[in-house]
């Protein structure tokens, strides 16, 4: 089986010792988006709908680096410092996925990179 790193100047640089995402046989394998600008790399400003945003906006520009669409999202992982923000994130998310939506699990979680309030991984198929 042939690994593959995925790569595009669209979305957020890797932080870290970490690829966006990684193409193994059949399925990519998407690092977590936080709501970084892909242009300069810093936390956008806004609450929690802007976070959301952004977000979806790298996922899709991480996915389109690979030559994929949210179509062929399969599974994500939500994280969130607050729970009681879910029903804005799950609205703004829902909007991308418009036909099967993909497998998910969404956690509460201490703290994220930067003081994001919300990221999310995701593996995608690719064959």
């Known amino acids: ?7 595009t100047e ?5 932080i870290g010792p970490y690829s966006q995402g990684v193409r193994a ?3 990519v394998f998407f690092s977590g988006q936080i709501p970084l600008d892909p242009v300069n790399g810093e936390m956008i400003a806004g609450g929690i709908e802007a976070q959301a945003e952004q977000v979806m906006s790298n996922m899709g520009a991480a996915l389109e680096g690979a030559g994929l669409g949210f ?7 939500i994280f ?3 729970l009681a923000e879910f029903a804005v994130v799950n609205e703004i998310y829902g909007r991308r996925f418009p036909g099967i939506s993909p ?3 969404t ?6 990179p930067k003081g ?4 999310i991984e995701w593996t995608a198929f690719c064959g």
């Open 107 to 112: 956690v509460q979680v201490a703290a994220l």
């Open 103 to 105: 497998a998910r699990a």
């Open 1 to 7: 089986m042939t690994i593959t790193r995925i790569e």
């Open 80 to 82: 969130l410092t607050d």
């Open 71 to 77: 179509e062929q999202v399969v599974k994500t992982t």
């Open 25 to 27: 046989g059949d399925y």
């Open 10 to 14: 669209q979305a957020p640089a890797a």
């Open 116 to 119: 994001a309030r919300v990221e």
